[in-house]
Nanobody, 115 residues
Framework: QVHLVESGGGLVQPGGSVRLSCAAS????????MAWYRQAAGKQRERVAS???????NYTDSVKGRFTLSRDNAKATVYLQMNNLKPEDTAVYSC?????????WGQGTLVTVSS
């Protein structure tokens, strides 16, 4: 079993920055992918960013150039640095860890972008 804990959410002003963390614990394999998803009120969940076990990243178009996803394998932790935040970035952000035939989710952390 794997347990994911997100942290770093909160209230931030437009144009501000926030760094989210997702720490994994438990039976973690040597190779796994990580991703951040978000779900805004009344909208479908979307994948924001992902990173493979080899460090390749992918971002949804709306966050390219503003968000950066990184990982620390020694700590089994991923970080989502979010800069130049916009009100439309307001959502519950959840991390996902996956490898073949397995996927685990964190509980989510709320990011609110508002003045």
């Amino acid at each position: 079993q794997v347990h994911l804990v997100e942290s770093g959410g909160g209230l931030v002003q437009p144009g501000g920055s926030v760094r989210l963390s997702c720490a994994a614990s438990g039976s973690i394999p040597s190779s796994y992918d990580m991703a951040w998803y978000r779900q805004a009120a009344g909208k479908q969940r979307e994948r924001v960013a992902s990173i493979t076990s080899s460090g390749n990243t992918n971002y949804t178009d709306s966050v390219k150039g503003r968000f950066t996803l990184s990982r620390d394998n020694a700590k089994a932790t991923v970080y989502l640095q979010m800069n130049n935040l916009k009100p439309e970035d307001t959502a519950v952000y959840s991390c996902r860890m996956s490898w073949p035939y397995r996927a685990y989710w964190g509980q989510g952390t709320l990011v609110t972008v508002s003045s």
